[in-house]
């Protein structure tokens, strides 16, 4: 885990020195961003987070007091909240990934070969898989090929 924190922080040059977003509001956005109609479940926010309900959603308090995301009722089961992005936190999430996604091909994609990221990418996704079969929530578009295609567009 330590190599991968060294890389999220280092990598990015520590997010929350670049465009004032730390890594983990930065990760909650992007499964935003990707999620359909660009909201999730509290409950599956939590489950990606790997934590509890409760702890997802003192999580989230002071991302919605910011401004980036907001709570809704479902309509269809009003015991259900959904949490959303706005339009702040898109623009947000925009800027973070710029600075991430160019500390992420300098540091890391840009000091493995095509090979190794194409061997690190199917472990990876092989990783995510839970043992109920389900995938982990991952934006998509960012699935199997996504360090390959970083490190191309760090070659080019």
Not at 17 to 26: C, F, H
Not at 55 to 83: H, I, N, Q, W
Not at 106 to 115: D, L, M, N, Q, Y
Request: with cysteine.
């Amino acid at each position: 885990m330590a190599p991968l924190r060294w890389v999220w922080t280092r990598g990015a040059g520590g997010l929350s020195k670049g465009p004032g977003l730390p890594l983990s509001w930065y990760e909650v956005l992007l499964y935003l961003e990707h999620a359909d109609e660009g909201r999730l479940r509290m409950h599956e926010l939590a489950d990606s987070l790997l934590l509890s309900r409760s702890a997802a959603t003192r999580f989230v308090d002071p991302m919605e007091a910011a401004g980036l995301v907001r709570r809704t009722v479902c309509a269809s089961d009003r015991r259900g909240t959904f949490l959303e992005l706005t339009p702040e936190g898109t623009k947000h999430l925009r800027e973070a990934a710029l600075f991430h996604l160019d500390g992420v091909a300098r540091h890391f994609a840009g000091r493995i070969s095509t090979e190794e990221a194409e061997v690190l990418a199917d472990a990876l996704e092989r990783s995510a898989h839970r043992p109920s079969g389900r995938l982990t929530a991952q934006p998509p578009g960012h699935e199997r090929n996504s360090l390959v295609d970083v490190r191309h567009r760090f070659d080019e």
